[in-house]
């Protein structure tokens, strides 16, 4: 894995640097061909690309980075484990 240099930009008051580690590592393992949409387009943006909005702390990084968090969260709250489950048919 690559290191992490986050820019000047401030974004420790939304996202330290240990969760853009986070983020980029997650996505650092995700395959090349993997593209993303971001919520206020319909443009397809690189798993490269991504990685470097993450660093760059920018609009279409800390969207991507709220997003990951809720699915964080979803995980621990045990409400994606609820979602997946199928419901067993009455009886």
Same mark, same amino acid.
């Given at each position: ?10 974004? &420790?008051?939304?996202? @330290?640097?240990?969760?853009? *580690? %986070?983020?980029v590592? /997650?996505?650092?393992? $995700? +395959?090349h #061909?993997?593209? %993303?949409? @971001?919520?206020?387009?319909? *443009?397809?943006? @690189? /798993?490269d690309?991504?990685? *470097?909005?993450? /660093?760059?702390? #920018?609009?279409?990084? *800390?969207?991507?980075? $709220? ?5 964080? !969260? $979803?995980? /621990? &709250? ?7 489950? +199928? !419901?067993?048919?009455?009886?």
């Open positions: 894995m690559s290191e992490v240099s986050v820019s000047e930009q401030t974004c &420790d008051e939304q996202f @330290s640097e240990q969760a853009i *580690k %986070l983020i590592a /997650r996505l650092e393992v $995700a +395959p #061909d993997v593209f %993303l949409v @971001s919520g206020g387009s319909d *443009k397809p943006i @690189s /798993r690309d991504m990685i *470097k909005h993450v /660093r760059d702390c #920018d609009e279409i990084g *800390k969207e991507y980075m $709220a997003i990951q968090f809720e699915f964080f !969260k $979803a995980i /621990r &709250d045990g409400r994606l484990r609820q979602i997946l489950t +199928p !419901k067993a048919p009455p009886v």
